[in-house]
DNA sequence: CCCTCTGTTGGATT
DNA sequence: CAATCCAACAGAGG
């Protein structure tokens, strides 16, 4: 489930795992994980990707892992070409040893006495082969400033939340703030007492601070240093307050959490805490 | 067994 | 501009 701080994780995981040993080997299970462009298609998969990743993978020692938002960008020593990351929906980067990878592992890794998998079982996620100098564009291209590591004071939020979407809808755009998906949206809507469907140009002042402080709040808290980061629907705990949780009692005022569609995505909201009539 | 619904992504189409 | 559909696949439920 990668948004912004799951994907910062993942970076600083592959920094570590590959920071002081080469890639000694490369798999490829799943060549269409290889793209020409970042896509969420199989389709635009590279021709002949099994063959440019092991030239570009093998013997490779990590120069540098970078992230905007949810794309990574990964460049090598001594090579001039890189990487561009997306883990799409469902994918992850995991460390085994002694284990075969499972059917959805798309890309493997020897690095050591392990392996690194990526796994990807919606296959949305996709590695992006491109020159190294090109990709500090392709990482940013598109996108506004990262949750994370610039995330917008509120001056400039009110600037970047315009017109009549939902608040919600906006926050989710990678254009307006790089890193938010449809998980910490809804935490950071929750945090800040908003309401999601709430209109860009309607939010007070007041609610606009509050987003602006709730952002980098949520999004750090949830940066994980971890080699294996706990996912929601992978078997764990739902580690959220509002996100997945219909019907049980908001944790801070005991109202029940209701669930809409916006944007042919669920959002989860506390109809007490987070009042759509609210000027505050 | 089958069918339907849902899902963290982003992009295209209407 | 906004709502809708779509990609590819798994899991849950009826």
């Known amino acids: 489930m990668p948004e912004a701080p799951e994907v910062e994780s993942c970076?600083?995981?592959?920094l570590r795992w590959t920071r002081d040993a080469p890639i000694r080997a490369v798999r490829v299970p799943d060549p269409a994980c290889l793209r020409r462009v970042p896509s969420t298609l199989p389709s635009d998969a590279l021709p002949d990707g099994a063959k440019v990743a092991a030239a570009l993978f093998t013997g490779a020692r990590t120069k540098d892992v970078r992230r905007v938002g949810k794309r990574i960008g990964w460049t090598f020593r001594d090579r001039p070409q890189g990487v561009l990351v997306h883990l799409g929906m469902t994918g992850r980067w995991m460390r085994?040893?002694?284990e075969s990878p499972n059917a959805k592992?798309?890309?493997v890794l020897e690095v050591g006495d392990a392996e690194l998998w990526f796994e990807d079982g919606r296959r949305?996620?996709?590695?992006?082969?491109m020159p190294a100098a090109d990709l500090p564009d392709a990482l940013a291209s598109g996108q506004g400033p990262d949750a994370i590591d610039d995330p917008p004071d509120k001056e400039l939020l009110r600037a970047l939340l315009r017109g009549r979407r939902p608040v919600k809808i906006a926050l989710m755009?990678?254009?307006?703030i790089a890193g938010l998906g449809n998980i910490h949206s809804a935490e950071v809507l929750w945090r800040a007492k908003v309401h999601p469907e709430i209109a860009c140009d309607a939010l007070s002042d007041a609610a606009i601070a509050r987003l602006a402080a709730?952002?980098?709040?949520?999004v750090r808290r949830y940066v994980d240093d971890a080699d294996e980061i706990e996912y929601v629907n992978l078997g764990g705990p739902n580690p959220f307050a509002i996100y997945g949780r219909e019907g049980e009692p908001c944790s801070r005022c005991g109202e029940g959490i209701a669930r809409i569609g916006q944007g042919g995505r669920s959002t989860f909201f506390c109809p007490r805490c987070q009042r759509a009539d609210d000027r505050a």
């Not at 970076?11 to 592959?14: D, F, K, W």
């Not at 755009?173 to 307006?176: G, N, R, T």
């Open 214 to 218: 709730a952002i980098p709040e949520q």
């Open 124 to 129: 949305f996620g996709c590695v992006v082969p």
């Open 105 to 107: 592992v798309r890309l």
């Open 11 to 14: 970076r600083r995981a592959l």
């Open 96 to 98: 085994r040893r002694d």
């Open 173 to 176: 755009d990678q254009a307006v």
